[in-house]
C-alpha cells in the first residue's frame, strides 16, 4: 500500500529559528513529489522534486530528494510568523501525508 | 490566474439530507479531485476523474458519489448526510497525462457540519 509519512506532526519554534520538515514514502511508479504551504484554506504549491540531490530553493524555503533512501526534506531558514502554516507532502495525485503544523511565535 | 472555485465555503446540513457540493476550474484542467481533510488524519482522497464522465474511486469512497458531466464541473453528492462527514472538503484540478500528473491547484474548501 502506497504511504507517505511527515515528521514531526506539529512544531513550534521562534522567529529566526531554522526547521526542517521530513517526508517519507513507499509508492509504486514514483514520479515526482511535491510540497505545499496550507495556511488558511487551500494549499498552495511550492515544489515538485522528480530528481534526487537537486536542491529546489525560493527564498529562504528550499527542498531536495533522496530516491535511494525515500525522503524529502524542506527547510526554513530564519523563519517569520508568516512561515505559520501546515506543510503538506504529495505524491501526486492520490497521497498526502498528514502534514506538519508549524507555528512560529514572535 | 488559474482559478478553482467551490460553490459554498461553509454548510450546515441536517442528517439524512442529499447535499452537493460544486467545484469548477477554468484551466481547461483533465483531472479533478475531491479531498476531505480531518485533524490528524491530512487529505484523504474520495474520488478523482480524468475525464468528462469518468470516475475513479479513492481511498474512502464510502458514502459519496460524483459527477463529471462537464470538464470543468466536478460535483460531490452525499446521498445522505451523516455527522461523520462533517469535515472540511477541498476539490482540486490538475493537468498532467495519465493519472499522476503535475501540481494541484486547490479551492478554498468547503466546511460542512452535519447536524
Known amino acids: 500500500e502506497d504511504k507517505v509519512v511527515q515528521s514531526p506532526l506539529s512544531l513550534v519554534v521562534h522567529e529566526g529559528d531554522t526547521v526542517t520538515l521530513n517526508c517519507s514514502y513507499e509508492?509504486?511508479?514514483?514520479?515526482?513529489l511535491l510540497w505545499y504551504k496550507q495556511e488558511k484554506k487551500a494549499p498552495t504549491f511550492l515544489f515538485m522534486l522528480?530528481?534526487?540531490?537537486i536542491e529546489k530553493k525560493s527564498g529562504r524555503l528550499s527542498s531536495i530528494l533522496d530516491k535511494k533512501e525515500l525522503f524529502s526534506i524542506l527547510n526554513i531558514t530564519a523563519t517569520q510568523t508568516g512561515d505559520s502554516a501546515i506543510y503538506l507532502c504529495?505524491?501526486?495525485?492520490?497521497?498526502f501525508g498528514t502534514g506538519t503544523r508549524l507555528k512560529v511565535l514572535a | 490566474d488559474v482559478k478553482v472555485t467551490q460553490s459554498s465555503r461553509y454548510l450546515v446540513k441536517r442528517t439524512g439530507e442529499k447535499v452537493f457540493l460544486e467545484c469548477v476550474q477554468d484551466?481547461?484542467?483533465?483531472?479533478m479531485f475531491w479531498y476531505r481533510q480531518d485533524p490528524g488524519l491530512g487529505l484523504r482522497l474520495i474520488y478523482f476523474?480524468?475525464?468528462?464522465?469518468?470516475?475513479e474511486k479513492g481511498d474512502i469512497p464510502e458514502g459519496y458519489s460524483v459527477s463529471r458531466e462537464k470538464k470543468e464541473r466536478f460535483s460531490l453528492i452525499l446521498e445522505s448526510a451523516s455527522t461523520n462527514q462533517t469535515s472540511m472538503y477541498l476539490c482540486?484540478?490538475?493537468?498532467?497525462?495519465?493519472?499522476?500528473?503535475?501540481?494541484?491547484?486547490f479551492g478554498q474548501g468547503t466546511r460542512l457540519t452535519v447536524v
Open positions: 504529495d505524491i501526486p495525485l492520490y497521497i
Open positions: 509508492v509504486t511508479n514514483f514520479r515526482s
Open positions: 484551466m481547461d484542467h483533465e483531472n
Open positions: 476523474s480524468y475525464d468528462v464522465k469518468m470516475k
Open positions: 482540486a484540478s490538475s493537468t498532467g497525462s495519465g493519472l499522476r500528473g503535475t501540481e494541484a491547484f
Open positions: 522528480t530528481s534526487s540531490g
